[in-house]
């Protein structure tokens, strides 16, 4: 059954993680449900995972909705999250609450998530105010990464724990329903966790966080040029895919594949029509 946000709520209370992945497609989104994952993130490392851009920033919303409407078509049952692409809510309410409606209208998402603290709060309340259920996301932001002097761990030092924390505070404040840590170290995370009334879903964030979550390219293997610190990987996919598609490359040269079982064959007898005419 789809849980809600009082569920997530309830979690928490109860001391119960809450387990979160991305997803981009529907056979992914069907798969990761089947298995009972709490909730999805349609994350904008869409651009990065799926699309072949160099970073989060080109995304638009047409994309994300694509992708959106696909992973709700692959999974009824799930609360999906669908990630406010760069430049779909720094303009302002008006702007964020169109692109958030188009979310939730188009792709049947059940929340929004965006990136920032203290400096997106009166669009976060918009949206809350609009009806519109919104995640926040604290710590490393990838969209604006350049700024934080690129991907690297956050709220290392005092005063930038301390903004941090008043962000978090302030976003609680402002009405999200949960909030992203990532790349948070993780004694701020724990503390961060335990002075919130709302869930925290690390990633790189330890675990003391609510809840994780993962790129769900990462955390199977399917990437094998790079993997960040904070992530596990429960198998490894890239060298069965790799190996299944040698085989089928090698059969298609040899003439083994398709075999009789995988054909169609019936008794008519077709050679009339390649009879020459007399
Ligand atoms: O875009 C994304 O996948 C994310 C997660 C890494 C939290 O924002």
Known sequence: MRKNIQDFQGMKEAGIKISMLTA?????????????????????????????????????????????????????????????????????????????????????????????????????????????????????????????????????????AEKMVADARALQDAGVFAIVLECVPEELATLISKDLKIPTIGIGAGAGCDGQVLVINDMLGMFEKFTPKFVKQYAKLAPLMKQGVQEYLAEVKSGTFPAAEQGFSCATDYSSIFREEE
């Open 24 to 160: 981009y497609d529907a056979s992914m989104s069907s798969l990761l449900s089947e298995c009972g994952t709490d909730m999805l993130l349609v994350g904008d490392s869409l651009g990065m995972v799926v699309l072949g851009y160099d970073s989060t920033v080109p995304v638009t919303m047409e994309q994300m909705v694509h992708h959106a409407s696909a992973v709700r078509r692959g999974a009824a049952d799930i609360f999906v999250v669908g990630d406010m692409p760069f430049g779909s809510y720094q303009t302002g309410s008006r702007d964020a609450i169109n692109n958030g409606l188009k979310f939730i209208k188009e792709s049947d998402c059940d929340a929004v998530k965006l990136e920032g603290g203290q400096e997106v709060c009166e669009v976060v309340s918009a949206l809350v105010r609009s009806g519109i259920s919104v995640m926040g996301h604290l710590g490393l932001t990838p969209q604006t990464a350049s700024q934080l002097g690129g991907y690297k761990v956050q709220g290392k030092e005092l005063p930038a």
